[in-house]
């Protein structure tokens, strides 16, 4: 069985940073061989991408809602996965969501390419 698990949300204002962590577990899981991706979503809208990055962490990918905000990086010694979110914006509001992709080792953005998934973490950014 695959856990992920992932922490530091909460409520912060607009133009704040959050650190998001994400930990991975489990017995038929190999966290280096696995690409990682974070996705959000908001009330009333459908889950979307975030960024991804690669199994070795040298290929990242963002969407351009966050290109230049986000930060994508993972320290496999410890089986963690980060989104750092700088220049918080209101609208980045959502639940987010890590997501392990142990199929591919090149960076994902399709939802539809990670297999596990965490419970979510909330973060709210006020105006």
């Known amino acids: 069985q695959v856990q992920l698990v992932e922490s530091g949300g909460g409520l912060v204002q607009a133009g704040d940073s959050l650190r998001l962590s994400c930990a991975a577990s489990g017995r038929t899981f190999t966290f280096s061989r696995s690409t990682m991706g974070w996705f959000r979503q908001a009330p009333g809208k459908e889950r979307e991408f975030v960024a991804a990055i690669s199994s070795s962490g040298g290929s990242t990918y963002y969407a351009d809602s966050v290109k230049g905000r986000f930060t994508i990086s993972r320290d496999n010694a410890k089986n963690t996965v980060y989104l750092q979110m700088n220049s918080l914006k209101p609208e980045d509001t959502a639940v987010y969501y890590c997501?392990?992709?142990?199929?591919?080792?090149?960076?994902?953005?399709?939802?539809?390419?990670?297999?596990?998934w965490g419970q979510g973490t909330q973060v709210t950014v006020s105006s």
């Open positions: 997501a392990a992709s142990p199929r591919y080792n090149a960076v994902r953005y399709a939802s539809s390419d990670y297999l596990y």
